[in-house]
Nanobody, 126 residues
């Protein structure tokens, strides 16, 4: 079993910044790639960013590329998502997830992740 707990969400004005954290525990989270996804009301869950097991490989959705940075601290069993220049369209629940299949690379596909946190809400207001 793996437990993932997100934090750091909140209400922020357009152009502001947030840093989301995801604390992982349980079996081998530090040996797995991890990802961030988001879901807005009425929309499907979508990929945001992912990072491989040692942080050497990252990938970002085009919608957040250049505004966000994913990182991880395996000593703290934590993955982070720094988001800058936030826009109203970034409003969503943000979820972290552990990949079931990849360690040295990371995947954008939700079906490649087997454990999910409960999410943290990010709301960007005008």
């Amino acid at each position: 079993q793996v437990q993932l707990v997100e934090s750091g969400g909140g209400l922020v004005h357009v152009g502001g910044s947030l840093r989301l954290s995801c604390a992982a525990s349980g079996r081998t989270p530090n040996e797995s790639s991890l990802g961030w996804f988001r879901q807005a009301p009425g929309k499907e869950r979508e990929f945001v960013a992912c990072i491989n097991w040692n942080g050497a490989t990252t990938s970002y959705a085009e919608s957040v590329q250049g505004r966000s940075t994913i990182s991880r601290d395996n000593a703290k069993n934590t993955v982070y998502l720094q988001m800058n220049s936030l826009k109203p369209e970034d409003t969503a629940s943000y979820y972290c997830a552990k990949s079931s299949a990849y360690a040295n690379m990371c995947s954008r596909a939700t079906e490649d992740y087997d454990y999910w946190g409960q999410g943290t809400q990010v709301t960007v207001s005008q």
